[in-house]
């Protein structure tokens, strides 16, 4: 499966001089956030391939204005043909507003999905806009990174972290990737980032290993043919 992830900034690239050689063959499109809606609205449509997306720290926009045939996966682990992608969405608190939380109200999101990914059986790819602590984040508040993301991947050891927040113009020290002390790969996509993942690195679908939640995708998937759609 190839996926192109975007974050934090609009790349003229894949905007104002699109071609679509730049992203021939990929079959989906997650954003980190801090992303215009209507750069996300373009990409889906020229691309034509499902975009997922998490908020960003700037994304209030998106209240009024969402990213018209994007999947918003914030506080969800989102099934893409059997690649479970986990979402979470915004930046550490630094001052009152929305899409900001303290260590304590991530910790508290990440515990309202604990029934959701043990029902999926874990997750393949967490999705957030902010670094984990310690991996790619900064000292000043808005830009450090959550602890309770560490704790969330030395549980459930997913194959990879994506984020954005920390641009690469920010410090002399920016790193595309990192290894966590889980084993998960850390991936910041300040920009955009080609990821490639083997179809034998994550389950087929309804193939989870979870008796009740790959019944319920059987069930829906005779629904689906017995409708004929």
Same mark, same amino acid.
């Given at each position: 499966?190839?996926?192109?992830?975007?974050?934090?900034?609009?790349?003229? %690239?894949?905007?104002?001089?699109?071609?679509?050689?730049?992203?021939?063959? #990929?079959?989906?499109?997650?954003?980190?956030?801090?992303?215009?809606?209507?750069?996300?609205?373009?990409?889906?449509?020229?691309?034509?391939?499902?975009?997922?997306?998490? %908020? /960003?720290?700037?994304?209030?926009?998106?209240?009024?204005?969402?990213?018209?045939?994007?999947?918003?996966?914030?506080?969800? #682990?989102?099934?893409?043909? *059997?690649?479970?992608?986990?979402?979470?969405? @915004?930046? &550490? $608190?630094?001052?009152? @507003? *929305?899409? &900001?939380?303290?260590?304590?109200?991530?910790?508290?999101?990440?515990?309202?999905?604990?029934?959701? =990914?043990?029902?999926?059986?874990?997750?393949? =790819?967490?999705?957030?806009?902010?670094?984990?602590?310690?991996?790619?984040?900064?000292?000043?508040?808005? +830009?450090?990174?959550?602890?309770?993301?560490?704790?969330?991947?030395?549980?459930?050891?997913?194959?990879?972290?994506? +984020? @954005?927040?920390? +641009?690469?113009?920010?410090?002399?020290?920016?790193? %595309?990737? %990192?290894?966590? !002390?889980? *084993?998960?790969?850390? =991936?910041?996509?300040? *920009?955009?980032?080609?990821?490639?993942?083997?179809?034998?690195?994550?389950?087929?679908? /309804?193939?989870?290993?979870?008796?009740?939640?790959?019944?319920?995708?059987?069930?829906?998937? $005779? !629904?689906?043919?017995?409708?004929?759609?």
């Amino acid at each position: 499966m190839k996926i192109l992830v975007v974050a934090d900034e609009e790349e003229k %690239r894949l905007w104002d001089y699109y071609d679509k050689e730049r992203t021939e063959g #990929v079959d989906l499109i997650i954003s980190c956030g801090d992303l215009h809606p209507d750069y996300l609205q373009f990409l889906v449509t020229v691309v034509n391939k499902p975009l997922l997306y998490v %908020r /960003g720290n700037h994304d209030r926009k998106y209240d009024d204005n969402p990213p018209c045939g994007c999947d918003d996966i914030d506080d969800m #682990v989102y099934d893409f043909n *059997g690649l479970r992608i986990l979402g979470l969405g @915004g930046s &550490m $608190r630094y001052k009152p @507003g *929305g899409d &900001m939380y303290t260590e304590e109200e991530m910790a508290a999101r990440i515990k309202k999905l604990t029934k959701k =990914i043990y029902l999926m059986n874990g997750f393949d =790819i967490f999705v957030a806009h902010s670094p984990a602590k310690g991996y790619g984040d900064m000292e000043d508040i808005p +830009h450090q990174g959550f602890q309770c993301f560490n704790e969330l991947m030395n549980r459930w050891r997913p194959l990879y972290m994506l +984020h @954005g927040h920390v +641009h690469q113009s920010y410090s002399h020290n920016f790193e %595309r990737e %990192r290894i966590h !002390e889980s *084993g998960t790969k850390i =991936i910041n996509c300040f *920009g955009s980032y080609i990821l490639e993942i083997d179809d034998n690195q994550f389950p087929d679908k /309804g193939k989870t290993g979870s008796a009740l939640y790959d019944l319920y995708v059987a069930m829906k998937e $005779r !629904e689906r043919i017995r409708r004929g759609y």
